[in-house]
């Protein structure tokens, strides 16, 4: 098991900036990859960026020069820095750690966009 912990989201204006944390612990060894998902009201859960251990990086064409996706190995913590934030940004923001047979979920912290 994986037990993932996010911090981090809150109340912005739009043009401001958040980061996101999630740190992971537990059965790491089947972890290949970590990143964000979000989901707005009404719609699907998507991604918005994931990172490898060994530093690639997926990531949305919506948050691409807005966001950046880094992690610390060593703390097994992923963080996600968001920057020109829109109100389209708006959503429930969920850590994602993917291992081979299946993916782990963290609670979700909200992140809202709004003047």
């Known amino acids: 098991q994986v037990h993932l912990v996010e911090s981090g989201g809150g109340l912005v204006q739009p043009g401001g900036s958040l980061r996101l944390s999630c740190a992971a612990s537990?059965?790491?060894?089947?972890?290949?990859?970590m990143g964000w998902y979000h989901q707005a009201p009404g719609k699907q859960r998507d991604l918005v960026a994931t990172?490898?251990?060994?530093?690639?990086?997926n990531s949305a064409d919506s948050v691409k020069g807005r966001f950046t996706i880094s992690r610390d190995n060593a703390k097994n913590t992923v963080y996600l820095q968001m920057r020109d934030l829109k109100p389209e940004d708006t959503a429930v923001y969920y850590c994602?750690?993917?291992?081979?047979?299946?993916?782990?979920w963290g609670q979700g912290t909200q992140v809202t966009v709004s003047s």
């Open positions: 994602c750690a993917v291992g081979f047979d299946r993916h782990y």
């Open positions: 537990g059965s790491m060894f089947s972890i290949y990859a």
């Open positions: 990172i490898t251990s060994g530093g690639d990086v």
